[in-house]
């Protein structure tokens, strides 16, 4: 059956504490039972005791049984217990008097010939030897209660009967109201819970669930929206990169449309300037393309990765030896800090070589002319630490957050027509992790960005 969750756990919860009050209930009624008639029965024994120096002193008075034979009615005088002064003790108030124990008893003769009371005489009875001089007169036997019969037995049975069934009943009762309240208190969150979910799986990505306690639930729901929104943050950026995308390729799609439809209407000339021109738009589409291929393979792990042992110094001097004429022609000072002795690192040149082509061709393209890149490196804690600082203009401080986000390029000046299309930054957060190590960014005392690099400094 299709339950919902709420009255399952009602449903199991009830039916536990019935059962449990049945057999409660079963049990006490089957204890009371052999324990009530236990108890007669042990109360009829000391009657049975009691009763014994009573027929004997009958037996001693009269010589033989013949005066019970002859007067029924002594029997049950000869019962009575006696006692040192010949009162009556007040056994009619024993709970073997009230339940009619001795007339249960049975007086045999020597040869087990009735005498006298009951008149069936029970094979598992219990008996007494009716002993006068030595010698064995009769036998005093006692049929024991197998059940209860009388009407006092039977009303305090059944009142101890009802009682059990009452605390079963109020279990119940009680059990049924705890599994409705836990049903419904406990089971409420998760419900909202299961809602939402279907709600996320539907697309509703900024669903909440409200947290109403610190429990194991509180955690679900907490656990629940932390999901929802990342859930949502992704949407928002997958949406935000297929905008991007779509914005980036139009551009340099858009100019060689337009200069190849000049060349075709004969507006413009094929010459050496227009094939640089048109090569130049290629090489932005190439760029693009291939920048996009590796943020694909490194965020599903297979950007792949040639390690070996080199000197990271020696190709810093190289990298900072291709950017000479550049920034030269920029307008920008080198100034490099790298000192003499090596910086040995585990690493793929390949990759290496690409993060920090990356880092020049963002100063070179946004330092204002007159400035200056400053490089420094260092060994530090198993690794190399690089320092690239460039001057004015800087990054506010809302964006440095984002600075390696893909497609993120910051407003104002840095953010120029000659910019990128903003996936330098995020491709080199990609291969110094590669490399066990971080990239970070904050702002330089030159006035312009901070960009440090650590490599193989943090645990693999």
């Not at 009619?100 to 007086?107: D, K, Q, W």
């Not at 900024?206 to 943050?233: K, P, W, Y």
């Not at 209407?265 to 996009?292: F, H, I, M, P, W």
Request: glycine letters at 10%; proline letters at 3%; aromatic letters at 6%.
């Amino acid at each position: 059956m299709n339950l919902p969750l709420t009255a399952k756990l009602f449903a199991a919860v009830l039916s536990t504490a019935m059962a449990v009050a049945v057999a409660m209930g079963v049990a006490a009624h089957i204890n009371l039972d052999r324990g009530f008639l236990g108890y007669l029965n042990e109360q009829a024994a000391q009657r049975l005791d009691m009763a014994l120096p009573g027929v004997v002193a009958g037996y001693r008075r009269h010589g033989s049984w013949d005066f019970l034979r002859q007067q029924p009615g002594q029997w049950f005088r000869l019962l009575r217990p006696a006692t040192g002064d010949g009162s009556d003790p007040g056994m009619q108030d024993s709970p073997a008097e009230l339940t009619g124990a001795n007339r249960r008893f049975t007086l045999l003769d020597a040869r087990r010939q009735r005498v006298a009371g009951f008149e069936r005489v029970a094979a598992q009875g219990l008996e007494r030897a009716v002993v006068v001089d030595g010698a064995t007169v009769g036998w005093l036997v006692m049929a024991p209660f197998e059940s209860v019969s009388s009407a006092a037995e039977k009303r305090f049975a059944q009142a101890q009967t009802r009682a059990s069934w009452a605390v079963g009943l109020g279990a119940t009762l009680l059990a049924a109201g705890v599994a409705f309240w836990a049903s419904r208190r406990l089971l409420r969150p998760v419900q909202r819970v299961a809602a939402a979910t279907h709600r996320l799986a539907a697309g509703d990505y900024q669903i909440r669930v409200h947290e109403t306690s610190h429990d194991e639930v509180g955690q679900l729901a907490q656990d629940f929206n932390r999901l929802a929104h990342t859930l949502q943050r992704n949407e928002l950026m997958r949406r935000e990169f297929m905008a991007d995308v779509s914005h980036e390729l139009r551009t340099p799609l858009g100019v060689l449309h337009g200069e190849l439809e000049a060349l075709e209407d004969g507006v413009r000339q094929l010459d050496a300037a227009s094939l640089r021109s048109l090569q130049g738009e290629v090489a932005t589409l190439n760029k693009l393309v291939n920048d996009l291929y590796d943020l694909s393979l490194a965020d599903v792990g297979a950007l792949s990765y040639r390690k070996v042992d080199l000197d990271l110094q020696d190709l810093l001097r190289s990298t900072a030896g291709v950017f000479a004429e550049r920034l030269q022609a920029a307008g920008l000072r080198l100034e490099l800090r790298l000192g003499d002795r090596p910086l040995p690192l585990f690493g793929d040149e390949r990759r290496l070589q690409q993060l920090f082509n990356n880092l020049f061709e963002n100063s070179c393209r946004y330092t204002d002319a007159g400035g200056t890149l400053q490089l420094a490196a260092r060994t530090e804690g198993g690794g190399v630490v690089v320092d690239l600082q460039d001057s004015a203009p800087g990054v506010a401080g809302e964006a440095l957050a984002r600075i390696f986000d893909r497609f993120f390029r910051v407003e104002g000046s840095r953010n120029r027509a000659s910019g990128g299309a903003g996936l330098g930054l995020s491709i080199c957060q990609r291969i110094a992790e590669a490399h066990d190590g971080r990239i970070t960014a904050q702002a330089s005392p030159l006035g312009g960005l901070w960009i440090r690099v650590a490599l193989g400094t943090e645990p693999a």
